[in-house]
């Protein structure tokens, strides 16, 4: 359950120097965040109290940015987004009004149109979130809060009670989509439109 088995990229990213699972990469977020604002070209980014923003990027009046937080080239930031909890965003991805994103890494070319929630989640290149979709975090539906991830028929326990998931490149989200917390979804994936996936009702079918 790697990263890098699912984003092709991933093994080239400034993540790849922390040889961690994926909810460890997002259960660090702030840490990780932080120590790549260190190593930004200067000459290419806006940076202002931990927050680093690419020259070419559009962010509109009325997007909340959080630090710490990198957004790459030519990224669009809508009015109404909402960008916290460290984040690190590749080139060319798009945030609609409403999204939101927390704790999260967003590879290159991914969008999340608008009225989404995407928290403490790993998104490969070329993701599309339609209208509504959203990756839940957190089990609020019971007194054990504790992720659990399926691998080889049974659940595996991941150490954090936050965890959305890890969506490999071009995977798509149909609107108001949803994906429950501790879910791996392989490359090209399709959610159909208000479907649920649930990773751990998946187990032992």
Not at 83 to 95: N, P, Q, T
Not at 105 to 124: C, E, M, P
Not at 133 to 143: D, K, L, Q
Request: with cysteine.
């Amino acid at each position: 359950m790697t990263s890098a088995s699912h984003i092709r990229k991933f093994p080239s990213s400034p993540l790849a120097q922390w040889d961690v699972p994926p909810w460890e990469l997002t259960y660090r977020s702030e840490e990780i965040v932080a120590a790549l604002l260190q190593a930004l070209d200067l000459s290419e980014f806006d940076v202002n109290e931990g927050i680093a923003v690419h020259r070419s990027c559009t962010v509109e009046s009325g997007a909340v940015l959080k630090a710490p937080l990198i957004l790459g080239p030519r990224c669009f930031v809508a009015a109404g987004a909402y960008l916290r909890g460290g984040c690190w965003v590749e080139a060319d991805c798009i945030f609609g009004p409403g999204a939101e994103l927390k704790s999260s890494y967003v590879f290159a070319n991914s969008k999340l149109a608008h009225f989404n929630f995407v928290g403490d989640s790993i998104l490969g290149e070329r993701v599309n979130l339609e209208a509504g979709s959203i990756i839940c975090n957190y089990r609020n539906e019971r007194e054990d809060k504790e992720i659990r991830l399926p691998f080889d028929d049974r659940l595996v326990p991941t150490g954090v009670d936050k965890f959305g998931a890890l969506l490999g490149d071009d995977a798509r989200l149909g609107a108001n989509a949803v994906i429950a917390p501790g879910a791996i979804i392989p490359c090209g994936t399709v959610i159909r439109r208000c479907e649920l996936f649930d990773a751990e009702q998946q187990v032992g079918k």
